[in-house]
């Protein structure tokens, strides 16, 4: 891939301009928008490989934005929040976020973030782009009614595909890897993320998600259960 394409969705032009100065720096195109109409109207028009979205904005806010992409678009997305946004920040997760930044932020922060989902998305796509070669072996994980197929890098639950985005994809990839093991989310965060935990109460949330996608009653799940005050295991079955 010659150069990532970075949507930027903000409503200060002041934030928008400066997030683009340093995107550019590193060697990023940089699409911006005013608002969640533009945004999408560009991610209509444009291949985008990332997108930094503020949560609150007029016209179209970023939770609805990224809720009507995501039934299409699996890229990551990064929301940006304000402190006494919490509600909004969870929120924005449960409708499709990879993470968020929370305002005021620094621009190593957000830098680090974009590159950090940067490599594991192109990594993601490289997979796809090779999975269900018969030359390779292929790696599927079978428990109960789960199947995750590595290589093709596809998840089907009673043998009906689902579609998950990229970061639930690596956590039911490593739960399912090492059945019966408890992970807390600090261990979760840092594999997946391939960095020291800073973020980790955002496992929760993606938890939440890939329970709402495998399970039959989210409520009394089968496969994904939390072992309390330690963390989260996927349920050996019989």
Same mark, same amino acid.
């Given at each position: 891939m010659?150069?990532?394409?970075?949507?930027?969705?903000?409503?200060?032009?002041?934030?928008?301009?400066?997030?683009?100065?340093?995107?550019?720096?590193?060697?990023?195109?940089?699409?911006?928008?005013?608002?969640?109409?533009?945004?999408?109207?560009?991610?209509?028009?444009?291949?985008?490989?990332?997108?930094?979205?503020?949560?609150?904005m007029p016209?179209?806010d970023?939770?609805?934005?990224?809720?009507?992409?995501?039934?299409d678009?699996?890229?990551?997305?990064?929301m940006?929040?304000?402190?006494?946004?919490?509600?909004?920040?969870?929120?924005?997760?449960?409708? &499709?976020?990879?993470?968020?930044v929370?305002?005021?932020?620094?621009?190593?922060?957000?830098?680090?973030?974009?590159?950090?989902?940067?490599?594991?998305?192109?990594?993601?796509?490289?997979?796809?782009?090779? &999975?269900?070669?018969?030359?390779?072996?292929?790696?599927?994980y079978?428990?109960? &009614?789960?199947?995750?197929?590595?290589?093709?890098?596809e998840?089907?639950?009673?043998?009906v595909?689902?579609?998950?985005?990229?970061?639930?994809?690596?956590?039911?990839?490593?739960?399912?890897?090492?059945?019966?093991r408890?992970?807390?989310?600090?261990?979760?965060?840092?594999?997946?993320?391939?960095?020291?935990?800073?973020?980790?109460?955002?496992?929760?949330?993606?938890?939440?998600?890939?329970?709402?996608?495998?399970?039959?009653?989210?409520?009394?799940?089968?496969?994904?259960?939390?072992?309390?005050?330690? &963390?989260?295991?996927?349920?050996k079955?019989?």
């Open positions: 010659e150069k990532y394409h970075v949507l930027v969705v903000e409503d200060d032009k002041e934030i928008r301009d400066g997030i683009e100065i340093y995107l550019k720096s590193q060697g990023y195109e940089v699409f911006k928008a005013a608002d969640g109409i533009e945004g999408l109207e560009i991610i209509y028009r444009e291949e985008i490989h990332l997108a930094i979205v503020d949560v609150m016209r179209k970023g939770i609805q934005m990224v809720m009507e992409m995501r039934k678009y699996d890229f990551p997305v990064i940006l929040s304000a402190k006494s946004e919490e509600v909004d920040k969870i929120l924005g997760l449960n409708m &499709g976020a990879d993470d968020y929370t305002k005021p932020f620094t621009t190593m922060e957000l830098l680090a973030r974009v590159n950090s989902h940067l490599r594991r998305y192109s990594r993601y796509l490289e997979k796809l782009k090779d &999975g269900g070669s018969k030359e390779e072996e292929q790696h599927i079978r428990i109960g &009614g789960l199947e995750l197929n590595e290589e093709k890098v998840l089907r639950v009673d043998g595909p689902v579609k998950v985005t990229p970061m639930e994809y690596r956590i039911l990839l490593l739960l399912m890897k090492h059945p019966g408890v992970f807390s989310s600090d261990e979760i965060y840092e594999r997946v993320w391939n960095e020291k935990a800073v973020n980790s109460d955002t496992i929760m949330v993606h938890v939440r998600n890939i329970r709402d996608k495998i399970e039959i009653n989210p409520k009394e799940p089968k496969y994904l259960k939390v072992v309390w005050g330690v &963390g989260y295991k996927i349920e079955q019989p």
